[in-house]
T-cell receptor
Framework: QSTLTQPASVSGSPGQSITISCTGT?????????VSWYKQLPGKAPEVMIY???KRPSGTSNRFSGSKSGNTASLTISGLQAEDEADYYC??????????FGGGTKVTVL | QVQLVQSGAEVKKPGASVKVSCKAS????????IHWLRQAPGQRLEWMGW??????????SQEFQGRVTITRDTSASTAYMDLSSLRSEDTALYYC???FGSGSGRWGAFDIWGQGTTVTVSS
């Protein structure tokens, strides 16, 4: 399997909303509702922000939301804040019991 | 508290093997799957494989088929990742992570991560 397709970078001003897309195939994103999103700060381990497409772990701000349509999942960050600046990765469980990750998106707060 | 603690940094020569450990504490080890991932400097996360800590079932990425073996020791609450035939491109930070939904048949969400183990492959 290859990687899920994410934009390399997305930027926005404080208070704005941004959306990061994550495109896979009918064997991964389109097959199960097991899409997760991770935030990674430099030098740190990733942190799960969204799981099972749209669920938020306790402690994750409700400014983060997830959705899916067909083979494409999306992460939306509303009310963008300086602390949201990080790399974001999507992942999906696949039909053959493996995992696949996206290439990562660098979010910049202008 | 719930945590995964990985073994220390390794320096290996090309062609050698490396074994990284991941010790779980604060939860029932056999109730969840453990995944292994890696991240080369400045690069994306790359998934390597997982093990069901309960029944030892495993699955591996095709990218590493034949080179990676994941095992676990329930008495030590520890998972292991063994990578063989190392080459310079295997230089990376290796992570283990707990799949928190796996205990209830849901997959692919990693809530607890190890601190990472740096593996450097150099002649």
């Amino acid at each position: 399997q290859s990687t899920l397709t994410q934009p390399a970078s997305v930027s926005g001003s404080p208070g704005q909303s941004i959306t990061i897309s994550c495109t896979g195939t009918t064997s991964d994103v389109g097959y199960y509702n097991y899409v997760s999103w991770y935030k990674q700060l430099p030098g740190k381990a990733p942190e799960v922000m969204i799981y099972e497409v749209s669920k938020r772990p306790s402690g994750t701000s409700n400014r983060f939301s997830g959705s899916k349509s067909g083979n494409t999942a999306s992460l939306t960050i509303s009310g963008l804040q300086a602390e949201d600046e990080a790399d974001y990765y999507c992942s999906s469980y696949t039909r053959i019991r493996t995992m696949v990750f996206g290439g990562g998106t660098k979010v910049t707060v202008l | 508290q719930v945590q995964l603690v990985q073994s220390g940094a390794e320096v290996k020569k090309p062609g050698a093997s490396v074994k990284v450990s991941c010790k779980a504490s604060g939860y029932t080890f056999t109730s969840y799957a453990i995944h292994w991932l890696r991240q080369a400097p400045g690069q994306r996360l790359e998934w390597m494989g997982w093990i069901n800590a309960g029944d030892s079932d495993t699955e591996y990425s095709q990218e590493f088929q034949g080179r990676v073996t994941i095992t676990r020791d329930t008495s030590a609450s520890t998972a292991y990742m063994d990578l063989s035939s190392l080459r310079s491109e295997d230089t990376a930070l290796y992570y283990c992570a707990r799949d928190f939904g796996s205990g209830s048949g849901r997959w692919g969400a990693f809530d607890i991560w190890g601190q990472g183990t740096t593996v450097t492959v150099s002649s």
